[in-house]
């Protein structure tokens, strides 16, 4: 322990030491007996505790807690006297002082020492703790500003009561209304959402608040005394707080350009899903035009030449071979394209298309 002992006399300064070291302590000290020389001690390096004597001739205790104090340094003051009276010491403690030993009593020394160390420590880190609180607020604020959506905290009651814990400044610019307005009645965000969006909203929420799991919605708000119509998207992770509330952390974002843009490519596809089916159900009209022309034309046609060559065939005489031969021949090969036409005529058009 690094102690500054402000004392004048240096027997009292080694009994102090001497009572010190008994209690256990490693000791460093140094002693002064003026106002420079303790501020000298001050700027030199940290100290844990400053015992002081409290009536010297030329710097008393009180000038040495007040030179303490003008320096702006925590650290424990304790005041050992011999002829200190109850009186003295209740303005000492007044002015800042943390204890005060008489000489003639040195067994409290240690305790008071230790005492005053831990609390010492104790508030070291209470500073500490308040010092990085207010640096993560400040961080978390900074951020929370600089980004492009709002930043919420949703509150659930078990009673069923709802409330928003914070709201990010960009509030007003992203729904039209002010933290505060939110903060003060949280229904005010659900009758942004445009009547038909609303159910799954609720649903969404329920099913966040009963399986506890990521809150992940999307719909349209309508900005108060405007006709303007937004898409949010709407992301949080619930939590339960120890009295059995749930709160949601989370941003909602503005993504009505990106829903545009989608709206608008799903319309596109949607034109050219028509247009497709137009130009498909085009050309299977024309197919089947085609085929009922080829079955209906080409087919009557092959089957009255059949006709009428079966009518030449048997008005031949019986005894031209070769004539009737070749009416043979001719009479497949309209066979033949009768069978082709048929087959082109089904390909075209399968008869199948007409069951749907």
Known sequence: VRVLIVEDTEDDVLLLVWELKRGGYNLYYEAVDTRAGMEAALRSGPWDIVISDYSMPDFGGLEALATLRAHAIDIPFIIVSGNIGEDVAVEAMKAGAHDYVMKRNLSRLIPALDRELREADVRRARVRAERELRENEARFRAIASN?????????????????????????????????????????????????????????????????????????????????????????????????????????????????????????????????????????EDERARIAREIHDDIGGNLTAIKIDLLWLTNRLPSEQKPLHEKAGAIERLVDRTMETTQRISRDLRPGDLDLG
């Open 147 to 283: 980004i492009p959506g709002t930043v919420y905290q949703f509150v659930q009651r078990k009673a069923g009561a709802s409330a928003f814990a914070y709201v990010s400044g960009d509030c007003a610019r992203l729904l039209g209304v002010s933290p505060e307005t939110l903060q003060a009645n949280a229904g005010v965000f659900r009758e942004l959402i445009v009547p038909p969006d609303r159910e799954g909203y609720d649903r969404a929420l329920g099913r966040s608040a009963d399986k506890l799991t990521d809150l992940n919605w999307e719909g349209r708000i309508q900005l108060p005394a405007s006709d303007e119509t937004k898409w949010i998207n709407l992301r949080s992770s619930p939590r339960v707080l120890d009295d059995g509330a749930l709160l949601w952390e989370g941003v909602i974002w503005n993504i009505t350009q990106s829903k545009l843009a989608e709206i608008e490519i799903r319309r596109s596809r949607q034109q050219l899903q028509e247009l497709s089916d137009h130009v498909q159900k085009v050309k």
